[in-house]
């Protein structure tokens, strides 16, 4: 959103909460990081082009050089080179002491545990805004109330300062029922299974039977939501709630407790066995 006199440039930012359990093990956290862009200059464009062509094949993710070329002979005045680039990176870029590439700081999510619980995460998008799992779930309770900041531009719409105007309101910290401890033994397991049987996926739900809190959700084939999203197609499903599948004999139960209630069939329960018997009409 920018302002009339194209002197400045509005942008939103947030302070997204983390996701932990019970335990106070954080399993998904800001955490900062960089990014580059390249401005664009009409009448002199050597200097990104030759960075941006140089790069084509080291910096994934990104268009290809002739397209960001491309954009930025329609007037486009900065190109994104490449986003959430880790700090080592940013360094090397520093060092080449381009004019034309600017380095500027945001936040990423960051998940210290990796693919544990992936499935029941979710992730987030390039711009930190929940995509699937309790990240999109609970997005706006995470990501708070949008503060409000200014990007002050010379008379060639170039960034060269960044105000905050008014700081982000922080969302809310979101504590899940998950059992670290359960949850990873029940994906080691289930990659056990799935080894030993050679199944192309699988799934476990572990709950407590007293509260019928989730204390584990794992899936196979899984992602790594630092890497969101995932590269191959089908790794980001939840299959423990997105496939249905028949509930075998897990269902008699449902018969045994309609049977019950009804005085027209004898029923006898005993050692976590229920008996019952009778003639129909």
């Known amino acids: 959103m920018e302002n009339n006199n194209n002197s400045s440039q509005k942008f939103f930012l947030y302070a997204r909460k983390s996701i932990d359990v019970e335990d106070k093990q954080v399993l998904s956290i800001e955490a900062q990081i960089v990014e580059l862009r390249a401005f664009a200059k009409q009448n002199n464009l050597s200097i990104a082009e030759s960075f941006v062509e140089k790069q084509s094949a080291k910096i994934p993710g990104r268009p290809i050089f002739g397209e960001m070329l491309a954009r930025i002979e329609k007037g486009e005045t900065f190109i994104w080179i490449k ?86 309101t922080p969302g809310q910290d979101l504590i899940l029922t998950i059992d670290e401890t359960i949850q990873y033994i029940a994906e080691t397991e289930l990659e056990k299974a799935i080894a030993s049987t050679g199944a192309e996926w699988g799934t476990v739900i572990i709950a407590d039977p007293k509260t019928g809190e989730i204390l584990a959700i794992a899936n196979r084939p899984v992602y790594d939501p630092n890497d969101y999203p995932p590269s191959v197609t089908g790794e980001g499903v939840n299959r423990a709630i997105q496939h249905t599948f028949e509930p075998g004999s897990t269902f008699k139960i449902i018969t045994a407790a309609a049977a019950i209630p009804t005085p027209q069939i004898p029923t006898k329960c005993t050692c976590f066995i229920i008996l019952f018997w009778g003639l129909t009409p």
């Not at 090397?92 to 002491?97: A, C, E, F, I």
């Open 83 to 168: 986003r959430k680039i880790s700090p080592e990176k940013a360094e090397q870029v520093r060092r080449l002491g381009l004019s034309e590439i600017t380095i500027q700081e945001e936040n990423k999510r960051y998940y210290p545990l990796g693919r544990l619980a992936a499935h029941v995460l979710g992730g987030v998008n390039i711009d930190d805004e929940g995509a699937s799992g309790v990240e999109l779930q609970y997005d706006a309770k995470l990501k708070g109330v949008a503060g409000e900041g200014l990007f002050l531009r010379d008379a060639k719409k170039r960034h060269y300062h960044r105000e905050v105007l008014k700081p982000p």
